[in-house]
């Protein structure tokens, strides 16, 4: 294709489009377009053969049940989620293929094949059951990026208990919140992890978080032995995973669940304080995981080496990491650290080590990989890799390209893939053995899949143009509701335009059809790739004794696509300084996680509010971002916005 290595720039111009190079497509799982016509045509019938698929312990009568916004899928079949990602390929002959290469940020190193994981998530699922964890049951995961995770993880589906991973990033009062939402009865976590070489005590977070957590029984607590010690004292209510685990047997039969049982609650960051409990159930959410994995990645079990940077505490983790490459029974690189420690190549060093040939990251990565220089990946042979993806926020076209060129060589399709904590799995992302690729857009939706582009009025935009992105039929691995709350389920995600789910973000089509995501058009950030609240970054400032009111904002960052900014109105007796501004931005850390603390906040007499009281969040981010402050007249008073850019832009 690039025969005269044009630049970088001269491609952007001509906004071309990359076909898939030949030989990938000619070897590709999907490279015939007619698949989106026959996936059409009969959808139901389309998941049906993806079902079909897995190892189930009962047939289902129906496909699909339809009772708008509720659906069920393969009602009465039965299956479990572990035997999925294990058994099958065990029984297959494939016990010996490697399921994680696991690396630590220090450079530790261990393999665990699809035969050792099995005969660790059945230990695991013993004492998860001696420890009195029962069906139905919930269980809350914290716990870095190491094997126990996805370990604990199928456990907890070998026995039909609930899991719920809450991102070790998050705080004590984060923990808590989701603990004592979804009642669990236990907690596993890991004693500490290391960030950049420093030491961080996880069980001291748990211990804060379950002293007032009263349904939890017990605290299984995964020791990383030498290297990174943890301080915190052990509470009456802990047990040692290395007491508990190892003595238990080897086999643990799986649990036949229905394929609409709850297999795991996922919280995500809605436009309120409260987050949402998302609810995925099994057999559709499976079904789902192993159709778009193998399609979009186009895993080849015997020859590909996978590897999704993500954590296991968000959902590409759990999609990406965990259940749509293990019901492939691919080979995963898994690691544990920042992406420059020791330096900015770990990534490519990983790369080249581990003979990585697919590769999936976030553009907020890409970002800061093209900041820390060309020099970083040009040092490392990156030729293993044949295909690369993007996912959790719009990647500019210059990003793409760079990735294309300086991490793919000009070589590999790259997958922008689009899809949420709610839908599952991918919905919208080209198949990179068929899609004419163009940077930036994330192209058309996955076989199966139907999305529409809405006006205000609902009234569908046709052709070239832009709207609010819905999803207009039901797919198995669709959220099934919010943790015991449907008014809001139906509120958030089926009234805006009733009948269609409503994603959040706003679309367009060009001429060509091609779909572009351009964000999310509620009060909902999105920070690195990560979902963000205005309203629960607000909530968490307001409730330091300093502030009056607040309101919060996503600007544009260079690196993290948004990054919070406040604005204060601080109580009578408390002084505006620099050195209060640094407290508030560390609250909200300490109340939320490190991923909320704001990029900076700032002190207002007053906020730009409508006539009825609401914050006019659009107007600080004009301000924020240096824009023309354009109609002010639906403001209460305009006058405070003048007053506010005046001070914001002498600050
Ligand atoms: C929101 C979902 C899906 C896993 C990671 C985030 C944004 C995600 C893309 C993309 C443009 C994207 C959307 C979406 N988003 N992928 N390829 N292009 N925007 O999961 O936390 O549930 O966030 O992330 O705004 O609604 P999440």
Not at 2 to 24: A, K, V
Not at 155 to 179: E, M, N, P, Y
Request: include cysteine; glycine fraction near 8%; aromatic fraction near 10%.
């Amino acid at each position: 294709m690039n025969d005269q290595d044009p630049t970088i720039d001269t491609l952007l111009h001509e906004s071309r489009s990359f076909p898939p190079p030949p030989e990938f497509a000619a070897a590709a799982h999907a490279n015939d377009p007619a698949i989106y016509d026959q996936a059409d045509a009969d959808w139901e019938g389309w998941w049906e053969r993806w079902a079909s698929r897995l190892q189930w312990d009962q047939p289902w009568q129906q496909v699909l049940d339809w009772q708008a916004p509720y659906a069920k899928w393969f009602v009465g079949g039965k299956l479990n989620a572990s035997v999925q990602c294990l058994d099958r390929h065990v029984d297959a002959g494939h016990g010996n293929r490697v399921a994680y290469y696991w690396e630590g940020e220090s450079g530790d190193k261990r393999t665990l094949t699809y035969a050792d994981m099995l005969a660790e998530v059945c230990h695991t699922a013993n004492a998860l059951k001696e420890l009195g964890v029962q069906r139905g049951d919930r269980v809350t995961l914290y716990m870095p990026m190491v094997p126990e995770l996805a370990i604990s993880v199928l456990a907890c589906t070998r026995i039909g208990a609930i899991f719920s991973v809450v991102f070790a990033g998050f705080s004590a009062t984060s923990l808590q919140d989701r603990i004592q939402d979804q009642e669990a009865k236990l907690v596993i976590c890991a004693d500490a992890c290391s960030r950049r070489g420093k030491c961080l005590d996880l069980k001291a977070v748990v211990d804060e978080a379950v002293a007032n957590c009263p349904t939890i029984e017990k605290v299984l607590v995964w020791h990383r032995g030498a290297g990174v010690a943890s301080a915190s004292p052990v509470s009456d209510r802990e047990v040692a995973w290395e007491d508990l685990v190892p003595r238990q047997k080897d086999q643990c039969p799986p649990a036949s669940m229905d394929a609409e049982d709850p297999l795991f609650i996922l919280y995500t960051s809605g436009t309120t304080g409260k987050p949402k409990g998302i609810v995925h159930t099994t057999g559709g959410y499976l079904t789902g995981a192993l159709a778009t994995s193998k399609l979009v990645f186009d895993l080849k079990p015997a020859q590909d080496v996978y590897w999704c940077t993500a954590d296991i505490g968000w959902i590409t983790g759990h999609s990406y990491i965990v259940f749509g490459p293990m019901a492939n029974g691919v080979t995963q690189v898994m690691y544990e650290g920042a992406p420059d420690y020791p330096a900015p190549d770990r990534f490519w060093s990983l790369v080249d080590d581990y003979k990585v040939s697919v590769f999936y990251t976030a553009p907020t990565a890409i970002r800061a990989f093209m900041k820390w220089g060309d020099e970083h990946p040009e040092a490392h042979d990156l030729s293993s890799l044949r295909l690369l993806g993007t996912v959790g926020e719009p990647i500019n076209p210059e990003a793409w390209m760079w990735y294309r060129n300086k991490i793919g060589h000009d070589l590999c399709p790259i997958v922008d893939t689009w899809w949420q904590t709610e839908t599952g799995g991918i919905m919208i992302s080209p198949l990179p053995g068929i899609t004419a690729t163009v940077p930036g857009s994330a192209m058309h939706t996955f076989p199966g899949v139907e999305a529409r582009l809405l006006d205000q009025e609902g009234k569908e935009v046709e052709g070239a143009g832009g709207g609010y992105l819905v999803l207009t039929r039901p797919w198995p691995s669709m959220l099934r509701g919010l943790w015991r709350d449907p008014e809001r389920y139906e509120e958030t995600y089926w009234s805006r335009f009733p009948g269609k789910y409503f994603a959040g973000d706003g679309a367009k089509r060009d001429e060509h059809g091609n779909l572009w995501v351009l964000g999310r058009v509620d009060d909902v950030m999105n920070v690195s790739g990560h979902r963000l609240s205005t309203m629960e970054i607000e909530s968490a400032l307001v409730a330091h004794e300093a502030v009056a009111e607040a309101a919060v904002i996503g600007v544009a960052h260079d690196l993290k696509g948004q990054a919070p900014v406040g604005f204060v109105i601080l109580r009578g007796g408390f002084e505006a300084t620099p050195e209060l501004a640094q407290t508030l931005r560390q609250h909200v850390a300490t109340e939320i996680g490190g991923l909320a603390r704001p990029e900076a906040v700032h002190f207002t007499p007053e906020l730009p509010k409508t006539r009825s009281g609401k914050i006019m969040r659009r107007l600080l981010r004009d301000v924020a971002e240096g824009k023309a402050l354009g109609d002010l007249t639906t403001l209460a008073d305009p006058g405070v916005l003048t007053g506010l850019k005046q001070e914001y832009e002498s600050a």
